[in-house]
């Protein structure tokens, strides 16, 4: 296996910068919307939570279901 990362955009203005930096250092990664996370995550073996303009104690932040990438 190689070193996989997952990037989940929440809508941060950063996503791009992270994942160019990860790819500098010569590891593959994908940028998904945090609605949408990949069916098969066994290809990877990180995942960054790539935030929002939203405080996560404002109503309409998103709360998205992370159990699928609990480890």
Known sequence: MHNNVL???FGSQYTQLIARRVRELNIYCEIHP???VPKDLSNFKAVI???SPFSVRAEDAAHPDL???KG
């Open 7 to 9: 990037i989940l955009d």
């Open 34 to 36: 945090y609605h949408k």
């Open 49 to 51: 939570l790539s935030g």
């Open 67 to 69: 159990s699928k990438i």
